[in-house]
């Protein structure tokens, strides 16, 4: 009989699930109403369910029931007092508002956000950096406009734009907005109202609005983003570059028009520098409403937008998000909250344990290992210990020649 101490009492699903605040869950229930008009499908299982979906990649709601049908001696471990019906689920995707599990998910941002925070990170204008970007998930035109021109075969494909407002320090979302993948990206800056003072939002020239602008210097919020090429502006005044800044070619105060919500115009002062990026061999045009930092800290910061293509690939990589267990918006909502909350509970993990694997393959143990009793830590603690390797090159023996004796034999 094995005798191990590396197992449990619980499998690696129930450890995932502990980290999951119970009286948060129950304040979203109450806030959102979520389990009236249920008499089986609470929250509770619903997520679950979902959790359980994308942690495993299961790929149809019969994939779901089946997996937890097979661990019915494990769902106490769960707090599930049944599997849902593969209809009663569906029925619950499509009915459900996908608010309540977004409110799941920004209640354990704020839970876990200093757990998280990235050591490397010790500046504090990092530590005040946001970064805005939008990435689409294909699906068919039936449930959300598709987005540019039709093919020419006369083909089209829906998708949902999935926008995102980055916490550079954590990298993970802080607000995220779904809309159809036609809808202009511009439209989410209206929702970044409650941004903290100072803050500093960096975005692509896809996002350009001088109203929005406008309106983050009213509130003391900064943006750093890139100068459309047919861009219209006048020169005010040009800065000193300092000699130890090279790359730095144009540093220059312009102005530039922005409409009023009475449809007039009016000028606002703006910051724009041109860099030279020797590694592309690429001229780049930066425009800002901040004047305290220096040309070069502007150019670091726009560097940092590549971490939410980082952040893109993770979650794409870990979660495919290829399979939709439902043919409504709601439920493709929902599915790609599950999605991000699975992500931040074992972004988590992984950071509490200190692992040195890759994540990709942390999330590839889970899924192989989720319903074993078997620790996390251990799992984490075997991969981290140094294997021993040989160190003499041992020759390999001959092999035993068969043929010989039998030859003789012959004779």
């Known amino acids: 009989m094995n005798k191990s101490s590396d197992f449990l009492g619980q499998p690696i699903f129930s450890q995932i699930l502990s980290l999951l605040d119970g009286s948060s869950i129950k304040e979203s229930i109450y806030q959102h109403k979520a389990n009236h008009y249920y008499k089986k499908l609470h929250l509770w299982e619903h997520l679950v369910s979902m959790l359980y979906c994308e942690l495993t990649g299961c790929t149809s709601l019969r994939e779901v029931q089946v997996g937890l049908e097979v661990c019915q001696g494990k769902l106490n471990h769960l707090n599930m007092s049944y599997v849902p019906p593969r209809s009663t689920l569906s029925d619950g995707n499509k009915n459900r508002p996908s608010k309540v599990f977004g409110d799941i998910y920004q209640k354990l941002y704020r839970f876990y ?41 006369g083909k089209s494909k829906g998708g949902i734009k999935v926008n995102t407002l980055l916490n550079a320090e954590m990298n993970m979302p802080v607000f995220v907005n779904f809309m159809a993948a036609a809808s202009n990206d511009r439209r989410f800056l209206a929702h970044l109202d409650n941004l903290p003072q100072y803050s500093i939002i960096v975005f692509d020239k896809g996002y350009e609005d001088f109203s929005r602008f406008y309106s983050f210097t009213q509130k003391d919020v900064f943006f750093v983003t890139r100068q459309k090429n047919n861009a219209t502006y006048t020169i005010v005044e040009e800065f000193d570059v300092p000699d130890d800044a090279q790359h730095v070619l144009i540093d220059e105060r312009i102005k530039v028009l922005y409409k009023q919500g009475n449809g007039k115009k009016s000028p606002m002062e703006l910051r724009r520098i041109a860099v030279w990026i020797a590694e592309r061999k690429k001229q780049y045009v930066f425009i800002t409403n901040n004047f305290d930092l220096s040309a070069a800290e502007i150019a670091d910061i726009y560097k940092n937008r590549w971490q939410i293509e980082l952040f893109f690939k993770k979650l794409k990589q870990n979660f495919p998000l290829i399979y939709f267990l439902g043919d409504n918006a709601n439920a493709i909502e929902i599915q790609i909250w599950c999605a991000l909350i699975a992500l931040m509970l074992l972004q988590v993990l992984h950071h509490q344990h200190k692992s040195q694997m890759a994540f990709s393959l942390f999330t590839a143990l889970i899924r192989l290992h989720i319903m074993n009793y078997v620790s996390i830590s251990t799992i984490i603690a075997t991969y981290n210990q140094k294997r021993p390797r040989p160190t003499k090159n041992i020759k390999a023996k001959p092999p035993p020649d068969l043929f010989t004796p039998l030859l003789l034999n012959i004779k």
């Open 113 to 153: 956000k200093n757990v998280m925070s990235d050591s490397r990170l010790s500046s504090d204008l990092l530590k005040r950096l946001f970064i805005i970007d939008s990435s689409t998930i294909s699906l068919f035109k039936a449930i959300l406009k598709p987005a540019g021109r039709k093919a020419g075969n």
